[in-house]
């Protein structure tokens, strides 16, 4: 269990970190994946409170999603990463609000119009 949750904080504290340094958060989650499946197969052996079996499962489920949301934010690497350089930039708020127009409207066309009224929301830069 103590791996398992020092792996899931340091997936935590990466997420918060600018985008180059924000991948280590993949792979911090996918090693919270495999010692969550391992602290609740231990767990399940040692016959620990439902307590602790559910957090272990609860932990590496919310893991096993950020690992999935990685994958998917694969496909859309460069737009967030220009995203994050605009908006460096960008000294006012309708310079920011061009940013994030030139995001949406990027992310509308690499997706190529699949989802129509899709509103995507860019996380702000620190």
């Known amino acids: ?63 096993g999603l950020v690992t999935l949301w990685f994958a998917a934010a694969a496909a859309l690497w460069p737009i967030p990463l220009e995203l994050q350089r605009c908006q460096s930039q960008a000294l006012t708020i309708s310079a920011q609000h061009a940013c994030e127009a030139q995001y949406q409207q990027a992310v509308t066309d690499r997706l190529g119009g699949q989802f129509p009224g899709l509103v995507l929301t860019p996380t702000p830069s620190p």
């Open 1 to 63: 269990m103590r791996t398992l949750v020092a792996f899931g904080v340091a997936t935590l504290v990466t997420l918060m970190l600018p985008l180059p340094w924000q991948l280590g958060a993949g792979g911090f989650a996918v090693a919270t994946v495999v010692a969550g499946v391992r602290a609740v197969a231990a767990a399940t052996r040692a016959r620990r409170g439902s307590t602790v079996i559910a957090s272990a499962v609860g932990t590496t489920m919310i893991a």
